[in-house]
């Protein structure tokens, strides 16, 4: 079982609408990144975060660190939301610390 | 001001050749971290250099490593190529050597083994 597990695999939606994307994981955390991939592979860091919630336009990211789950939202979605969204959670291992990825949650937002 | 730079953009090799990898973080970042991401195994983290010294290492093989130079920049190398070991590898930048580091990537390089 992989350490950080992300839900929706797949996200469809229409523009307009409220958007959630989960992420959980198992073990004690430093911090958990979102990061957004659109076509091509570039990555832009959307958050970090360690506690609470922070906002940058349409888009929330909050963290429960007790029940170890994050979301993303995106308010009034438009179609150049579409992208493959990446939670990442950097994770303390016998004294080292390592960035460990969820699979990723495709978004398609259709006009 | 810059952002971050990897070179080359793309690469073919074959089985048993090696690559060298650069990337140029932001001016002032003396983090850098290397990821690969392959369509299988998705992100996963490689290692990550700071002020030129190795701070954390992932699962992979001692084929794949790197170095960190007094400018910052770094590269990871990778030996006796496999066809696994075609991906796309990113680098990021941060300005922190810890968990608590804003990344910012570079445009990655994908790498073909044939």
């Known amino acids: 079982k992989n350490e950080v597990e992300q839900s929706p695999q797949n996200l469809t939606a229409q523009e307009g609408e409220f958007i959630t994307i989960n992420c959980s994981y198992s073990?004690?955390?430093?911090?958990l990144h979102w990061l957004q991939q659109h076509p091509g592979g570039g990555i832009v860091s959307l958050f970090m975060l360690s506690s609470g919630k922070k906002k940058h336009g349409r888009l929330i990211a909050t963290i429960n660190i007790q029940e170890k789950h994050s979301s993303l939202h995106i308010t009034a979605s438009h179609p150049r939301d579409s992208a493959v969204y990446i939670c990442?959670?950097?994770?303390?291992?016998?004294?080292?610390?390592?960035?460990?990825f969820g699979k990723g949650t495709k978004l398609t937002v259709n006009p | 001001k810059a952002g971050v730079t990897q070179t080359p953009r793309y690469l073919i090799k074959t089985r048993g050749q090696q690559v060298t990898l650069s990337c140029s973080p932001i001016s002032g970042h003396r983090s850098v971290s290397w990821y690969q991401q392959t369509p299988g195994q998705g992100l996963q983290f490689l290692f990550e250099?700071?002020?030129?010294?190795?701070?954390n290492k992932g699962n992979f093989p001692g084929r794949f490593s790197g170095r960190q130079f007094s400018n910052s920049r770094s590269e990871m190398n990778v030996s006796t190529l496999e066809l696994g070991d075609s991906a796309l590898y990113l680098c990021a930048s941060g300005s922190q050597g810890s968990g608590a580091n804003v990344l910012t990537f570079g445009a990655g390089s994908r790498l073909t083994v044939l």
């Open positions: 073990v004690g955390i430093s911090a």
């Open positions: 990442a959670a950097y994770i303390t291992q016998g004294g080292s610390e390592k960035l460990v």
């Open positions: 250099y700071f002020s030129e010294t190795q701070r």
